[in-house]
């Protein structure tokens, strides 16, 4: 994999990692020159406090601004034309996200929707927006999808019960400040989702044949960051170091996953995310165990070192019995985050597959899975998963 030789481009955005670093939204409008804020959160993010807070500072500097907040998980395409109404109702000229990805993702379709006075749909695919959005402000409150720092968009088509992706170096924020104190009012399963989540983008980026040497950097670092504090914090959620470390890991797989993309894994959640609206961080931890398993033999020696990752001591055994162990560290970590159900259970039917496998198959993901699978390999995994 990855010949150094080969040209590579390594996207990122300005960001500020660190406690405190939410109260710096009021500066970065400033910065930005602007006048007016369309604040992009969900009602749950209000619930938890963070929009309060963050709105607190924009009023003190008195910066005018407005908020929606009509985003759901899974956010859908109407909600993006609602949010862009607002925006030109408003006049606004910047946009502040606040929240997990649904939010940011949201946020990004609704600025690239207003400069180019379109359908988000319009943009579905890679490299399909003309002109970027306004200035950008993402405050992630999950330590899970790196929306903040990624290359990414993703919005259900609610028509047709699909999720789709929006892949475009204009959808990367202006400037994304990453506070891990957001972190500190999820749930337990929320923790374990969205850790889950990134620990998902560290390895499918790792895997990914679009990889580099610079994305093979940030995904171990992330994967090393993730496994150390993820169980940690699953049992003292007020530690703030690891929460930290949780975030840190969530930043370097971003950075690796939107430069190298993903895999099969976010494929096939994506389609499960738009049939079901199940969320997004879960269905890739259910899913993640099946597909290494799949992808295996493609990429062996990478398979080794994620072994390495989980402190396993594979030294001398066969290749077949190293990936068996590693697949079992994955199946434990996911009981040890409280991540235990199968696919059925969260209401997936046998005759829902040929249809989420249809729709895998045509995501963005898949093209950079190590392995390229035809329907029935895709629908085989799914079976396997329920
Ligand atoms: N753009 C990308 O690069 C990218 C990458 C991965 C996933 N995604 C997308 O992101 C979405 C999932 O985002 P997510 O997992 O961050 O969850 P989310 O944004 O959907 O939020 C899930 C729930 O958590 C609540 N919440 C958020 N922050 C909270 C906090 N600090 N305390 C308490 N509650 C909080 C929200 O109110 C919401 O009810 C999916 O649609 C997925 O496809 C995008
Ligand atoms: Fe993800």
Request: aromatic letters at 4%.
């Amino acid at each position: 994999m990855g010949n150094i030789q080969e040209l590579r481009k390594f996207v990122a955005p300005e960001f500020i990692v660190g406690v405190g670093a939410r109260k710096l939204a009021a500066r970065y409008v400033h910065n930005f020159a602007g006048t007016k804020a369309l604040v992009v959160t969900d009602p749950g993010v209000i619930k938890a406090g963070w929009v309060g807070d963050v709105v607190g500072e924009l009023t003190k500097e008195n910066i005018d601004h407005v908020v929606f907040d009509k985003v759901t998980p899974n956010p859908r395409n109407t909600e993006v034309m609602e949010g862009a109404r607002v925006y030109l109702e408003h006049d606004c000229d910047v946009v502040i996200a606040i929240g997990g990805g649904s939010p940011m993702d949201c946020a990004k379709g609704i600025g690239i929707a207003v400069t180019n006075q379109t359908h988000v749909d319009k943009f579905e695919g890679v490299d399909q927006v003309d002109i970027p959005g306004p200035p950008l402000i993402c405050i992630p409150t999950t330590s899970g999808t790196a929306a903040d720092v990624s290359q990414f968009s993703i919005i259900t088509n609610l028509a047709e019960y699909r999720k789709y992706a929006i892949i475009s170096k204009t959808v990367v924020p202006d400037v994304s400040l990453i506070d891990p104190e957001t972190s500190l009012t999820m749930d337990a399963h929320l923790t374990a989702c969205t850790g889950m989540d990134s620990l998902v983008h560290a390895i499918e980026a790792y895997f990914s044949k679009a990889n580099s040497s610079m994305t093979d950097m940030h995904a171990l670092q992330g994967m090393d960051y993730l496994l150390e504090a993820l169980p940690k914090v699953m049992e003292n959620p007020n530690d703030m170091d690891m929460r930290s470390k949780v975030t840190m890991g969530c930043l370097h797989a971003g950075l690796a996953f939107s430069n190298a993309s993903l895999g099969a894994v976010h494929a096939m959640a994506h389609s499960l995310g738009g049939l079901l609206d199940l969320p997004h961080g879960e269905c890739n931890a259910i899913l993640l165990r099946h597909v290494v398993e799949f992808n295996a033999s493609e990429v062996p020696e990478r398979v080794d070192i994620i072994g390495d990752k989980f402190g396993l001591d594979l030294q001398g055994m066969p290749t077949k019995k190293k990936t068996k162990r590693v697949l079992q560290a994955i199946e434990d970590l996911s009981s040890l985050v409280g991540i235990k159900d199968k696919l059925a259970a969260k209401g997936v039917k046998i005759s829902d597959i040929p249809d989420l496998a249809h729709n895998a198959l045509i995501d963005p993901c898949m093209i950079t899975n190590p392995r390229t699978p035809n329907r029935r390999d895709i629908e085989c995994v799914y079976e396997e998963a329920l």
